[in-house]
């Protein structure tokens, strides 16, 4: 069981909008630490996505964003591309296990 | 154009120890920057193992700390890793990473390719 709960799947048309979910608890979302996002092409290497909550590094598209909402963070895909087919990780900090933490993973399907 | 690289044994026995490096170009490991270990089960989710700084400085995952050791390597630009008594619940593709750090956590925003350590006689 994830510190930081995603759904285990989504799913979306091409040209859909679609969000993630990363519920957290006071101990982490809540006390204030920031949340990352990462996106997993399978067979490759986490790729940061979004830091900081809202920010993209160079060359993410502005099609994906983030935001934060109380103890929960959530990722938005708007424009949906057949590429954007992949498993999307959440990433905060928490202040009881004294260490990194990541979501369960979203596995997000491109229909 | 910081890369990452990591080697070592894709096979270790139950109760061994793991034992990876992870190369780094690019970047310096004796730069202002923490160098992070993460791993992912075969068909799981990713688990933090730990950051090391190139004081030596580390803070690790309290669940693997008991058995895991960092090192760094300046001369060599890589920093290692050592998990001891390895069971096949130490399975996983193991990462790399560069830490970069926002206003209040960390996050990895450079990337090995990961390698895959199998636990088993």
């Known amino acids: 069981q994830s510190v930081l709960t995603q759904p285990p799947s989504v799913s979306g048309a091409p040209g859909q909008r679609v969000t993630i979910s990363c519920t957290g608890s006071?101990?982490?979302?809540?006390?204030?630490?920031?949340v990352h996002w990462y996106q997993q092409i399978p067979g490759t290497a986490p790729k940061l996505l979004i830091y900081?909550?809202?920010y993209r590094p160079s060359g993410v598209p502005d099609r994906f964003s983030g935001s934060k909402s109380g103890t929960s963070a959530s990722l938005a895909i708007t424009g949906l591309q057949a590429e954007d087919e992949a498993d999307y990780y959440c990433q905060s900090y928490d202040s009881n296990l004294i260490g990194w933490v990541f979501g369960g993973g979203t596995k997000l399907t491109v229909l | 154009q910081v890369q990452l690289q990591e080697s070592g044994p894709g096979l270790v026995r139950p109760s061994g120890t793991l034992s990876l490096t992870c190369a780094v170009s690019?970047?310096?490991?004796?730069?202002?920057?923490?160098w992070s270990w993460i791993r992912q089960p075969p068909g799981k989710g990713l688990e933090w193992i730990g950051e090391i700084y190139h004081t030596g400085g580390t803070n690790y995952n309290p669940s693997l700390k008991s058995r895991v050791t960092f090192s760094i390597d300046k001369s060599k630009n890589q920093f290692s890793l050592k998990l001891r008594s390895v069971t096949a619940a130490d399975t996983a593709v193991y990462y790399c990473a560069r830490v970069g750090y926002s206003d209040r956590s960390g996050y990895l925003d450079y990337w090995g390719q990961g390698t895959l350590v199998t636990v088993s006689s």
């Open positions: 006071s101990s982490n979302i809540g006390a204030r630490y920031d």
């Open positions: 900081g909550y809202t």
């Open positions: 690019g970047a310096s490991v004796n730069s202002n920057d923490w």
